[in-house]
């Protein structure tokens, strides 16, 4: 491997433009790899229609005609002989090829056919005949460098360098993967489609096998002992539970065992929780919180907003009456925060509750056992590595609420363990939810008003917050106006959104909580977690604007009682996606369903980004291909070749991948 600097024939210049794409050395360059392919085939005439695309050949019958239209356009015109007839060809802005093109010059051409004047409108023009089918390899580009230019680069350097092949020696005989120079040669210069087929095969395996690998030794090292111990007795803990004025559904109790199990374990909890909005998961959380105090240690609940961190604050006081709780948001007054940063540090405080306040440079706990992330797709990886930079391991528990089919969360999850809560606790009615267009909005009015005079309160969401000039969409001001026209007099109306201050945003909740207001408009900020059990309706303004999963949550804001409650998703457009809403009320199916519609970029954007940022795998076409890569990393970690030297290439990549988390 070397640095680009020393690879001759390539200018600073040159240098810097793929340095900007990451590429900074020849291991880099030759692991740039083709995103797609372009395959030029040559089209046959008889099979064509006006207005297909088509890539001919033959030879220059004529000299061609330039005319300059005006100084940044110019148009050429020629003839060329297919052998079968004759045909004009017309290009723009290339007179600069005009000297290339004489009688007699063989030439293929792809472009547009227009049948009725004979002609083809060519995009591109290329010397020679099209003897065999021309593949042309298509990277992900940039203004500096395009396709061809980053692949003639790679050809300078594809045959001089060894690569490295992360897949070990029994795999590739097993699975009869090509040798990895081979398969990166063939790659950057495709002549076979099945050949490209074959060598992307291995690639793709390779990475989900580097993937998986990572995610079991990060799991391995969980797993090793360097956790903390905690004594507690689990009487104590049911104790807890037979006092609540509920009973736990059967997922909640085995979700407090679970954790329960893993916090008296010296092994380091790494768990997520996962469950539909509503089915439970903030009374498990307390419990874990509990048993963390139980067994001599602060516990944090981190909250994705303030409303909610404020939310769990009351909650939690309520349930645990006798824990000094504190509550700590970005917003406190200086001589506030001081005073909780104190009491956090000398461990006066047992559980603190808040925002990622919680974790910015200046709060040192004195003993934190245990940290819980509410809806963790809202943390970003940085704020969750600033624990780590602290010098503590605590336990881990994430919350979340966009189950993941199960297959796909053991895969993706490598490295946690999993509970699911599945069922909802009992006495829930299933949300009802309907589908209306604009035109119905009056229906709409109607539903809301019969709501409203059986004293139930309303949700109403807009996506904008003010109106926007390129956005033709619902903003929450103008709704309010027509919230206030049609029901001015026999509801109030609230507002909420994301850019109010936090104390103004708590009155309205508070306004609403307590039933002041019979109508809250909002953004998207109630999204997680909010709870009021009277509000039986949630209307959603332009619906499309929003992927399944988030407006499956939005619609767990209601039906939080045994009340018949509605959802209502106004949309003109895209209602084939929404209507998967009306027929399910399972988290669980309508992830699968965003899975499927919107693939797996959006569904698994809760993850830190990077992870899942593959350059040739994709984890829905190659989920065969990832499954072997499981079993085989763990195989392969268990085995002695992972520490032997022939392997310690994979061994160095995995541990560096691990230590920059
Ligand atoms: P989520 O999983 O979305 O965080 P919550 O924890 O907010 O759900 O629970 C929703 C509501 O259900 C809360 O008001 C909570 O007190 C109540 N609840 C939780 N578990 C039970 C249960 N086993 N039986 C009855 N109600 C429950
Ligand atoms: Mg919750």
């Given at each position: 491997m070397r640095d680009l600097k020393e690879v001759k024939g390539i200018g600073v210049n040159t240098i810097r433009d793929f340095n900007n794409l990451g590429i900074y050395n020849t291991a880099d360059l030759l692991g740039y790899y083709p995103f797609r392919y372009e395959v030029l085939e040559k089209t046959d005439m008889n099979n064509v229609i006006d207005g297909d695309k088509v890539i001919i050949d033959g030879i220059c019958e004529n000299v061609p005609n330039v005319y300059y239209i005006s100084r940044k356009l110019n148009k050429m015109s020629f003839r060329i002989n297919t052998g079968t007839k004759i045909m004009n060809v017309v290009i723009f802005n290339r007179a600069f090829l005009k000297n290339n093109l004489?009688?007699?010059?063989?030439?293929?051409?792809?472009?547009?056919?227009?049948?009725?004047?004979?002609?083809?409108?060519?995009?591109?023009?290329?010397?020679?005949?099209?003897?065999?089918?021309?593949?042309?390899?298509?990277?992900?580009?940039?203004?500096?460098?395009?396709?061809?230019?980053i692949n003639k680069v790679i050809n300078t350097v594809i045959g001089k360098e060894n690569v490295l092949d992360y897949i070990p020696d029994p795999l590739n005989e097993r699975y009869h993967f090509m040798d990895k120079n081979r398969a990166v040669y063939l790659v950057h210069n495709p002549f076979d489609m099945k050949m490209v087929d074959e060598a992307m095969r291995k690639l793709r395996y390779e990475e989900l096998f580097l993937f998986m690998l990572k995610m079991n030794y990060l799991k391995s090292n969980n797993t090793k002992s360097d956790g903390l111990k905690r004594d507690v007795d689990y009487s104590l803990v049911e104790d807890f539970i037979n006092n609540l004025s509920f009973n736990l559904t059967d997922d909640q109790l085995k979700s407090v065992k679970d954790i329960y199990k893993d916090l008296t374990w010296p092994k380091r909890m790494n768990r997520l929780l996962q469950g539909d909005v509503g089915s439970g998961?903030?009374?498990?959380?307390?419990?874990?919180?509990?048993i963390n105090y139980l067994g001599g240690y602060q516990g944090a609940l981190m909250a994705p907003t303030e409303i909610l961190a404020i939310q769990h604050y009351n909650n939690i006081k309520s349930i645990l009456p006798n824990l000094n709780v504190a509550l700590l948001?970005?917003?406190?007054?200086?001589?506030?925060?001081?005073e909780i940063l104190e009491k956090i540090g000398n461990g006066e405080i047992d559980i603190i509750i808040g925002t990622h306040a919680l974790i910015s440079d200046d709060v040192i706990y004195k003993n934190l056992g245990l940290v819980i992330t509410d809806e963790q797709h809202r943390f970003g990886v940085n704020q969750r590595g600033n624990l780590k930079n602290k010098g503590i391991t605590p336990d881990i528990l994430y919350m979340s609420a966009t189950p993941i089919p199960r297959t796909y969360a053991l895969t993706l999850y490598g490295d946690m363990d999993i509970s699911s809560i599945r069922t909802m606790p009992s006495g829930r009615k299933p949300v009802k939810t309907i589908l209306k267009s604009n035109k119905e909005i009056k229906d709409v009015l109607y539903m809301m008003l019969d709501e409203i005079k059986k004293g139930h309160q309303i949700y109403v969401?807009?996506?904008?917050?003010?109106?926007?000039?390129?956005?033709?969409m619902e903003n929450v001001y103008e709704l309010e106006e027509k919230m206030n026209k049609a029901f001015g007099k026999v509801a109030q109306v609230g507002v909420l959104h994301g850019k109010m201050k936090a104390n103004e945003k708590d009155e309205i909740m508070d306004k609403f909580k307590n039933g002041e207001t019979q109508i809250l408009i909002s953004t998207t900020v109630i999204e997680v977690g909010v709870d009021v059990a009277n509000a039986t309706m949630i209307v959603i303004f332009d619906s499309y604007r929003f992927g399944l999963s988030a407006l499956h949550q939005l619609r767990g804001r209601?039906?939080?009682?045994?009340?018949?409650?509605?959802?209502?998703?106004?949309?003109?457009?895209?209602?084939?996606?929404?209507?998967?809403?009306?027929?399910?009320?399972?988290g669980?199916?309508?992830?699968?369903?965003?899975?499927?519609?919107?693939?797996?970029?959006?569904?698994?954007?809760f993850r830190q980004s990077g992870d899942m940022n593959f350059k040739v795998a994709d984890i829905k076409r190659d989920y065969d291909l990832m499954l072997m890569a499981k079993e085989d990393s763990e195989r392969f970690l268990n085995s002695a070749d992972y520490t032997s030297d022939k392997y310690k290439h994979i061994c160095d990549v995995i541990e560096k991948a691990v230590n920059l988390d």
């Amino acid at each position: 491997m070397r640095d680009l600097k020393e690879v001759k024939g390539i200018g600073v210049n040159t240098i810097r433009d793929f340095n900007n794409l990451g590429i900074y050395n020849t291991a880099d360059l030759l692991g740039y790899y083709p995103f797609r392919y372009e395959v030029l085939e040559k089209t046959d005439m008889n099979n064509v229609i006006d207005g297909d695309k088509v890539i001919i050949d033959g030879i220059c019958e004529n000299v061609p005609n330039v005319y300059y239209i005006s100084r940044k356009l110019n148009k050429m015109s020629f003839r060329i002989n297919t052998g079968t007839k004759i045909m004009n060809v017309v290009i723009f802005n290339r007179a600069f090829l005009k000297n290339n093109l004489f009688m007699g010059k063989e030439v293929t051409v792809i472009g547009k056919y227009d049948m009725k004047h004979n002609t083809i409108t060519a995009s591109d023009i290329k010397f020679g005949l099209l003897n065999e089918t021309v593949i042309e390899p298509i990277y992900h580009s940039s203004s500096k460098l395009n396709s061809k230019k980053i692949n003639k680069v790679i050809n300078t350097v594809i045959g001089k360098e060894n690569v490295l092949d992360y897949i070990p020696d029994p795999l590739n005989e097993r699975y009869h993967f090509m040798d990895k120079n081979r398969a990166v040669y063939l790659v950057h210069n495709p002549f076979d489609m099945k050949m490209v087929d074959e060598a992307m095969r291995k690639l793709r395996y390779e990475e989900l096998f580097l993937f998986m690998l990572k995610m079991n030794y990060l799991k391995s090292n969980n797993t090793k002992s360097d956790g903390l111990k905690r004594d507690v007795d689990y009487s104590l803990v049911e104790d807890f539970i037979n006092n609540l004025s509920f009973n736990l559904t059967d997922d909640q109790l085995k979700s407090v065992k679970d954790i329960y199990k893993d916090l008296t374990w010296p092994k380091r909890m790494n768990r997520l929780l996962q469950g539909d909005v509503g089915s439970g998961k903030t009374i498990v959380s307390f419990i874990a919180l509990y048993i963390n105090y139980l067994g001599g240690y602060q516990g944090a609940l981190m909250a994705p907003t303030e409303i909610l961190a404020i939310q769990h604050y009351n909650n939690i006081k309520s349930i645990l009456p006798n824990l000094n709780v504190a509550l700590l948001t970005g917003k406190m007054k200086a001589k506030d925060r001081r005073e909780i940063l104190e009491k956090i540090g000398n461990g006066e405080i047992d559980i603190i509750i808040g925002t990622h306040a919680l974790i910015s440079d200046d709060v040192i706990y004195k003993n934190l056992g245990l940290v819980i992330t509410d809806e963790q797709h809202r943390f970003g990886v940085n704020q969750r590595g600033n624990l780590k930079n602290k010098g503590i391991t605590p336990d881990i528990l994430y919350m979340s609420a966009t189950p993941i089919p199960r297959t796909y969360a053991l895969t993706l999850y490598g490295d946690m363990d999993i509970s699911s809560i599945r069922t909802m606790p009992s006495g829930r009615k299933p949300v009802k939810t309907i589908l209306k267009s604009n035109k119905e909005i009056k229906d709409v009015l109607y539903m809301m008003l019969d709501e409203i005079k059986k004293g139930h309160q309303i949700y109403v969401i807009a996506p904008l917050v003010e109106e926007s000039e390129s956005m033709d969409m619902e903003n929450v001001y103008e709704l309010e106006e027509k919230m206030n026209k049609a029901f001015g007099k026999v509801a109030q109306v609230g507002v909420l959104h994301g850019k109010m201050k936090a104390n103004e945003k708590d009155e309205i909740m508070d306004k609403f909580k307590n039933g002041e207001t019979q109508i809250l408009i909002s953004t998207t900020v109630i999204e997680v977690g909010v709870d009021v059990a009277n509000a039986t309706m949630i209307v959603i303004f332009d619906s499309y604007r929003f992927g399944l999963s988030a407006l499956h949550q939005l619609r767990g804001r209601v039906g939080r009682n045994d009340l018949d409650s509605y959802c209502v998703l106004i949309s003109d457009k895209e209602t084939k996606r929404l209507d998967v809403l009306t027929k399910t009320n399972d988290g669980f199916k309508v992830s699968e369903e965003d899975f499927l519609l919107r693939g797996s970029g959006d569904l698994f954007g809760f993850r830190q980004s990077g992870d899942m940022n593959f350059k040739v795998a994709d984890i829905k076409r190659d989920y065969d291909l990832m499954l072997m890569a499981k079993e085989d990393s763990e195989r392969f970690l268990n085995s002695a070749d992972y520490t032997s030297d022939k392997y310690k290439h994979i061994c160095d990549v995995i541990e560096k991948a691990v230590n920059l988390d």
